[in-house]
């Protein structure tokens, strides 16, 4: 047995994330609840109900696992359609809710890390248009004011939103997502003001709490040539990075928002970030099609070779997660990885998967890059949006009907992962057997 390990720097994050919409049930007041009602939006008309019953307090199951498994953090969201109910219209009892849970996970020794926006808006909002309409980021705002002055003693860690570039590309590019639009100005317009509300949500964040760390999450998806000798691939292969990853990510390195044709300049978003959120699940190998200008003259695939998850969604590319860590080195801020996990009810593929994501995470951390963290999602299957629950992503299965968990093997992997800071050969031949020689073979 090789004597190495992979250990991780002390003080490491290791946790779940989780969004409001996706486990706390009974959310009926937003974008997505409308969504779930409309014929033909969601996989098999499946919403998200009682959703993993947070509300109706199975959180304590949830994170009282996560934190008898070593966890030192959770990722959570609050939800904005339960506290602002108009303009000016608030219910400030639906934050009693988030004080429990947020005194909850201090008591299991779990750093919560808040977000503040994880997809669902406001129906108000949304019946106002959304991120279109110029005024979202005024009221995005008041929001965010009034949930920091809550909470500025407790949580120290912000995401103020979830994948604004991938909620750019959904509801507005392949219309997956509410509003589901296919229109590239309409994209435009949201892109800017989820900038401008990112933008005042930061300031305020740092007005209330000048020591807080703000941040954003970001969609990082790999795209590789398909053909790396071919300056067309590698030209379409760039074009996506640059709509994609770099969507957001730009406008606060030097203000510029560019959404192919489209371009405008948001100033004050400069410097708006004190880490660099990094979610990464997937890559794909891009050829470039002239047929297809609404996908950037690119067709897309699975990567030759790498395994695929059972309903197709997720590749194991873990050179996409180096690749990602990589781009997010270049803004010099401390790095999270917000999100990172695979759906797989059988459980076949994801000990693996961890594995050789963190491996990356771990050749980062220990190349000295400031790596501060991992969020594995989820903790529990939960509700995964327009895919209803055809896909499950929890370390912990979950049976919607009757609220019963149960512990996958993944748990115990991640478990020992976290106790141990790190993975160590006996882990891997006991608990991932396929996957050892890849890891510490000679
Ligand atoms: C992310 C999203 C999560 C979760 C995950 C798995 O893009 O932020 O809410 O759904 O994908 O599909």
Redesign the pocket.
Known sequence: MPESSYQFPDGFLWGTAT?AH?VEGGNSNNNWAAWENEAGRIHNGEKSGLACDWRGGRWREDLGNAARDGQNAHRFSIEWSRVQLSPDGWDDSALDFYRELVKGMKALGLQPVATLH??TDPLWIYEMGGWENDKTPVYFEKFVRKVVKVFKDEVNLWVTL??PN?LVVNSYVDGCFPPGKKDFRSAFKALTNLIRGHTLAYHTIHELQPNAMAGYAL?YRGFFPKREWFPLDRWAARGLQGNVNDLFANAIHNGRVKLILFNTMVKEAIGTQDFVGL?Y?SSDEVAFNLLKPGELFSSRQCPHGAPVSPTGFIADVPRGMAQGLSWARQFGLPIYVT?N?VEDAEDQMRPAYLLRHLREVWKAANAGWQVKGYFH?SQVDNF??ERGWS?R?GLWALDPATQLRTRRKSADLYAEICKRNGFHPETVQRLAPEVFNELFGA
Request: hydrophobic content about 30%; proline content about 0%; glycine content about 12%.
């Open positions: 969004a996706q994880h997809f979830n994948e991938g969609y979610q699940y999100e996990g999602w995964e949006w896909q992503f």
